[in-house]
């Protein structure tokens, strides 16, 4: 009945390897973004499904435009979005259950693993909304085109975790609208540490690559300690109902993933599903190619901030660029052992309290 291409871009093959969305009576439902510009919906259900499509991520169903009724084969394929720059897809059964689905990884031509973090089920039987938060990395390349399709998502506050040095490397030049509230914290890379951690590892000797990963996950903690006014302003922001809002680091997987591994925990998504989106990020960006220097003068390397990775050995290199479950697992153990659970560092370190948390939930699951 529909063709369905299996050439995709970055953005879709992410979509193939992330949690998909499901509800009781819809599994595996995910959406792809074909190499020839098409929206691919795929999905696994026991009967036929009505697909509904929107340019709004809250549209309630029977405000949706019906694209296609009774569809049986697990699969329909968007051509034609007309004045939609962003769709959200609903499948709904004859009877039960209905899930939303979107495009996980924003296909933007710059910017560094920019991501929604709706359509994850939650264990009370919810699912996080789509188009209210987003993570990323550094956001300094992003085109006109970029910031078309960005102004389309309404994003209200930016939470940038990067560095005074980072931010000066690669500056956020923020043109979409509505104009922003760019929050940003101005502390060195010297203060933070890591840097100068990560610098004495490499001055060992019998250095290996199992070793610079064992001392990668233990950074993890150092993060969460660093970073913990950062991630409570963030929930602030979340409380008042300062959304849509996104929140990045540099490249958008260890202080932004463990931010959003933060907040996922908070609205009640399993465990295993929070790793899984941790993980997704070295599907997404070759991390090696972006840290490799090989585009930068001896000078941009000896100011940017990870100039000193380029000289590193590939292999040496690696675990460094990695979103290894074991480093985020690392950060839960930490707070399970100095803090008592995730949920207790929310509420005590981070400052959220049962009626704030509460309106957290509210604004960001359905």
């Not at 897809?89 to 920019?114: C, K, M």
Request: contains cysteine.
């Amino acid at each position: 009945m529909r063709v369905f291409l299996f050439a995709v871009v970055i953005a879709g093959l992410a979509a193939t390897i992330a949690p998909t969305a499901e509800s009781a009576d819809i599994a595996h439902a995910e959406v792809v973004k074909r190499a020839d510009g098409a929206y691919a919906v795929t999905w696994t259900a026991q009967g036929p499904v009505d697909v509904l499509l929107s340019g709004d991520p809250n549209a309630k169903p029977a405000k949706m435009t019906l694209v296609s009724d009774n569809d049986a084969d697990g699969q329909y394929v968007a051509t034609d979005l007309g004045k939609i720059t962003r769709p959200y897809f609903y499948l709904r059964p004859e009877n039960g259950e209905g899930v939303r689905v979107a495009l996980r990884v924003l296909p933007l031509e710059g910017g560094r693993n920019f991501r929604d973090l709706g359509g994850y089920p939650t264990k009370d039987g919810r699912h996080v909304k789509w188009g209210r938060v987003f993570r990323s990395g550094m956001m300094a390349n992003l085109t006109d085109a970029d910031y078309k399709y960005l102004s389309a998502l309404g994003i209200r506050v930016v939470c940038d975790f990067r560095s005074i040095e980072e931010r000066a490397t690669e500056p956020t030049k923020w043109r979409a609208k509505p104009k922003i509230e760019y929050m940003a914290w101005d502390y060195s890379d010297a203060s933070a540490g890591t840097e100068d951690q990560l610098r004495q590892m490499f001055a060992q000797p019998d250095l290996t690559p199992a070793k610079i990963a064992a001392v990668m996950a233990e950074v993890y903690p150092g993060i969460i300690e660093q970073h913990k006014d950062k991630y409570r302003e963030m929930f602030d922001q979340l409380a008042d109902g300062d959304i849509p809002l996104a929140f990045n680091c540099a490249a958008g997987k260890d202080r932004a993933g463990t931010a959003a591994a933060l907040l996922l925990t908070a609205l009640g998504v399993p465990h295993d599903i929070v790793v899984k989106d941790y993980a997704l990020s070295e599907k997404v960006v070759d991390y090696d190619a972006a840290f490799a220097g090989d585009n930068m003068s001896e000078e941009e390397m000896a100011k940017n901030p990870y100039g000193f990775l380029a000289k590193l050995p590939k292999e040496l290199r690696a675990p460094l660029m990695r979103s290894d479950p074991a480093y985020i697992e690392r950060t839960f153990s930490y707070l399970d052992e100095q803090y008592g659970g995730v949920d207790r560092f929310i509420r005590v370190e981070l400052d959220v309290d049962d009626m704030e948390l509460a309106r957290i939930r509210a604004a960001l699951l359905e």
